[in-house]
């Protein structure tokens, strides 16, 4: 009964460093996505993936770069991360591209020194 | 882009009391949807409405969607404890996901 799992919950990375965050689901959804949150704001949609095969930018995508692993797996990977993508990071997933994003992961707190 | 206005920003209220809030945007959208985020949680969808007018509930939730189509509404009656947390609107335009605009959310806090 997972849902959708992001790992890892924290990180602490330097100006410069890359990483690759990870979510999973197990619902058989097709729609992945990733999304940041800032504090006070809502969410923005970095990059999302329609189906198996597919991604597109969303609002924020610059300094992103997304794999579509299989149908279960979307990971998020930041190649020279910057301080201004210090942020919490949710994967979510829906059905279909046309339903809504109704199951979120918990959240990634990337601190960016 | 499209910009959501979520109001109030927080809200203090009492047990048993009722609450409302709205979201509205400059553009016109086809879908609305309200979220609940608890701390250190992802959001959870309570609600969506796709036709204006439209008026759904969700036990002591129920939410709307404005005729203009260019605002909605949440509604709690009866606060509890448990309702503490930021509520979320997002807007669509068009039948993809992918396109949802956030607001900033309405953080409530409910006094026992």
Redesign the interface.
Known sequence: NAGVTQTPKFQVLKTGQSMTLQCAQDMNHNSMYWYRQDPGMGLRLIYYSASEGTTDKGEVPNGYNVSRLNKREFSLRLESAAPSQTSVYFCASSETPESQPQHFGDGTRLSIL | ?QQ?N?SPQSMFIQEGEDVSMNCTSSSIFN?W?WYKQDP??????LI?LYKAGELTSNGRLTAQFGITRKDSFLNISASIPSDVGIY?C?G?LN????K??????TTLTVKP
């Open positions: 882009g959501l979520q879908t949807l250190g949680e992802g959001p959870v969808l969506a979320f997002a669509q039948t993809n996901a992918g949802s605009t956030f607001g900033d959310g």
